[in-house]
């Protein structure tokens, strides 16, 4: 039985996401101490006039989070807490050497003393020249006072926080010299039957762009699909290598099929927020594999959810 070919239809990585800002604020779980109460104190970047010494601030920490469903895209959660004191928080505000700076996020957030909520805001693009994402790593909280005076502070982030902003950092520049190599597209999948199995049949195309690349050689690695859905290759190319794009080559494809997970139940299905998240892990050049987050175009999607209906 055949379906609508997907002809060359260029991956929509999650890099290139809308990066829709949320504004109110998500209650998060209680946090390890490592997570919060060992973090640095807050310093103070600037006072309202009224001269307050900001000694009230003094237990507020901050740590930095990303959840599942925001993996792939600029958005995090600072998570922040006071002890004893009463916030009303009304921007957030990441700061790190490794990224660009973006505006405050705004908010209208009340935090009870103890109480630890996740305030959600945006990260800039990295800077992959070098830079320490962990170097000056804050987060900068704009606070209101029940008279209305603001002041911003500056709570330095440790622990948990350092590692997943490297990864972010890490992420984002290995995309980049992927861009800069070559680029990765899905291509004429069909319905197929394959030792018995009901599944999607087509490519994976890697193409060095007319105007230039970096000319490095491209290296996928593995392939991982989802909760609902297995993606794989059709067959096993050299040991370790599923394709190779090699230096002075324009083009290679990678023959693959997308299945169903056997994953069928209500729960599962309900309940999956990365359905399309598919993984390519890849080596370009010398750096060190990474994974790059291959989403399917629309056309596949729908192609891959009627698969779905039609075998479970």
């Known amino acids: 039985m055949k379906a609508c070919d997907v002809r060359r239809a260029t991956v929509a990585t999650l890099w290139t996401f809308g990066l829709t800002v949320l504004i109110a604020g998500c209650p998060g779980g209680r946090s390890s101490p490592d997570d919060i109460s060992d973090s640095p104190r807050a310093s103070f970047s600037s006072d309202s006039e009224g001269g307050r010494d900001g000694a009230e601030f003094r237990d507020v920490r901050a740590n930095i ?7 792939g895209t600029r958005r995090i959660g600072m998570r ?35 109480r630890v909520i996740d305030l959600s805001t945006t990260y800039g693009a990295a800077r992959c020249e070098g830079e320490d994402p962990a170097e ?16 911003a502070i500056e ?20 995309h980049r010299q992927l861009s800069q190599a070559a680029s990765i597209s899905y291509s004429d999948f069909t319905r197929d039957r394959i030792d018995g199995e009901e599944v999607l049949a087509g490519a994976l195309e890697l193409e060095r762009a007319d105007n230039g690349s970096s000319g490095e050689v491209v290296l996928v690695k593995s392939l991982a699909g989802s909760v609902l859905f297995d993606f794989r290759p059709l067959a096993r190319g050299e040991p370790g290598v599923f394709a190779r794009l090699a230096a002075g080559s324009q083009h290679t494809r990678l023959q693959v099929v997308i299945g169903s997970s056997g994953r069928c139940d209500q729960h599962a299905r309900s309940q999956s927020t990365q359905t ?4 390519a892990f890849v080596r370009v050049g010398s750096a060190v594999q990474h994974r790059e987050i291959v989403v399917p175009p629309p056309q596949l999607r729908r192609q891959a959810l009627a698969l779905l209906n039609a075998v479970c």
Not at 136 to 151: I, M, Q, Y
């Open 65 to 71: 989070v990303q959840q599942r469903i925001d993996e």
């Open 155 to 174: 709570v330095p982030v440790t622990g948990h926080g350092v590692g997943l902003i490297r990864r972010l950092h890490d992420a984002e520049c290995a």
């Open 136 to 151: 000056g790593l804050s987060a900068v909280l704009t606070l209101v006072d029940s008279a209305g005076s603001s002041r």
């Open 276 to 279: 399309f998240l598919f993984s």
């Open 80 to 114: 922040v807490s006071a002890a004893k004191t009463s916030l009303h928080v009304v921007g957030v505000q990441l700061r790190s050497a490794g990224f660009q700076t973006l505006p405050a996020t705004s908010k209208d957030t009340l935090i009870a003393p103890g």
